[in-house]
């Protein structure tokens, strides 16, 4: 089944430590991109990237850092440089088409970090 | 810059009771798209229903509907004889009309529907 496949789903930090947040979508979509969730807010966008070897900040992209080496990869590492890390984290696909039927997003089932 | 607002935080309604989820808008762009996801307690957000700027219909899709108004900038979703199975946070989200993964969320209405 095509879809979108985070890991871990649960990820402990210790303070100073960079991670890792991966994520790969078999979709065949040229878009991907990383939200950040904190409880009872909204999604807020960390980067985007809407081709191979090119990716653009979102409105939070401070402390984190992505990569676009494959169309289907598109890893987050959340830097020591992040003072607040603690959050569920969200990676999305979508294809980009001027119109088309099937502009949503697709999301992953998230990570969980919690900073110890 | 673009905004969404969902001034309903938290809605309880008992089973089979039909219930209306509020979203305004704001955005400079003449043509955008119009979402509304679902995001259970697994945290997996699920698209629902989509609208574009340049269409007003309103449809009904089983026992979804929804209500666009450029006038008022408000995009309303209607589910119609609720379950349990409808209790979770929903979404409202606007992107411009070329990239619709990029998009700006409100902060979501958790509805809990009770048996």
């Known amino acids: 089944d095509g879809g979108i496949t985070q890991s871990p789903k649960y990820l402990f930090r210790k303070e100073g430590q960079n991670v890792t947040l991966s994520c790969e979508q078999n979709?065949?979509?040229?878009?991907m991109y990383w939200y950040r969730q904190d409880p009872g807010q909204g999604l807020r966008l960390i980067y985007y990237?809407?081709?191979?070897?090119?990716?653009q900040k979102g409105d939070i992209a401070e402390g984190y850092s992505v990569s676009r080496e494959k169309k289907e990869s598109f890893p987050l590492t959340v830097t020591s440089a992040q003072k607040n890390p603690t959050a569920f984290y969200l990676c999305?696909?979508?294809?980009?088409?001027?119109?088309?039927?099937?502009?949503?997003?697709?999301f992953g089932q998230g990570t969980r970090l919690t900073v110890v | 810059a673009q905004k969404v607002t969902q001034a309903q935080t938290e809605i309880s309604v008992v089973e089979k009771e039909d219930v209306t989820l509020d979203c305004v808008y704001e955005?400079?762009?003449?043509?955008?798209?119009l979402f509304w996801y679902k995001q259970p307690p697994s945290g997996e957000l699920v698209f629902l229903i989509r609208?574009?700027?340049?269409?007003?219909q309103n449809e009904i899709s089983g026992r979804y509907s929804w209500n666009f108004q450029k006038s008022t900038s408000s995009f309303n979703f209607t589910i119609t004889a609720s379950q349990v199975v409808d209790s979770a946070v929903y979404f409202c989200?606007?992107?411009?009309?070329?990239?619709?993964?990029?998009?700006?969320f409100g902060d979501g209405t958790t509805l809990t529907v009770k048996p």
């Open positions: 979709l065949n979509h040229d878009a």
């Open positions: 609208r574009n700027s340049f269409d007003e």
């Open positions: 989200a606007l992107s411009d009309s070329y990239n619709a993964g990029k998009s700006t």
């Open positions: 955005t400079r762009d003449t043509t955008y798209y």
């Open positions: 999305a696909s979508s294809n980009l088409r001027q119109t088309a039927v099937d502009t949503e997003a697709f």
């Open positions: 990237s809407q081709i191979v070897n090119d990716f």
